[in-house]
């Protein structure tokens, strides 16, 4: 079993930068990747990005590309996500994620099954 603990959240203004980071212990899949997805009150949770554990070739949303930079310091187990430019509809829980990251139509699919998540933690963007 992966353990996935996130950290970095907190209140943001518009424009402004954050650097989440989780920390990732036990069973790795070689096969599966690392990532993010988040959720706003009242909504679904959606994909944000991954990396591939292989050669950590990035998938991101079109709603976060160019924003958003998902990194790996292997050495000390942990996945970031660095967000800049944001946005007041970045608002939500932000979740670290272990799994195979599948694109259909264009997003990614938030799986039901066989995914690790962390306990997410909160980002506000607001003036």
């Known amino acids: 079993q992966t353990q996935l603990t996130e950290s970095g959240g907190g209140l943001v203004q518009p424009g402004g930068s954050l650097k989440l980071s989780c920390v990732v212990s036990g069973l790795i899949r070689e096969y599966a990747s690392f990532g993010w997805f988040r959720q706003a009150p009242g909504k679904e949770r959606e994909g944000v990005g991954c990396?591939?554990?292989?050669?950590?070739?990035?998938f991101y949303e079109d709603s976060v590309k160019g924003r958003f930079t998902i990194s790996r310091d292997k050495a000390k187990n942990t996945v970031y996500l660095e967000m800049s430019s944001l946005k007041p509809e970045d608002t939500a829980v932000y979740f670290c994620?272990?799994?195979?990251?599948?694109?259909?139509?264009?997003?990614?699919?938030?799986?039901?099954?066989?995914?690790?998540w962390g306990q997410g933690t909160q980002v506000t963007v607001s003036s």
């Open positions: 990396v591939s554990n292989i050669d950590d070739s990035p």
């Open positions: 994620a272990h799994w195979v990251c599948t694109v259909i139509g264009g997003s990614i699919y938030v799986p039901s099954e066989n995914v690790e």
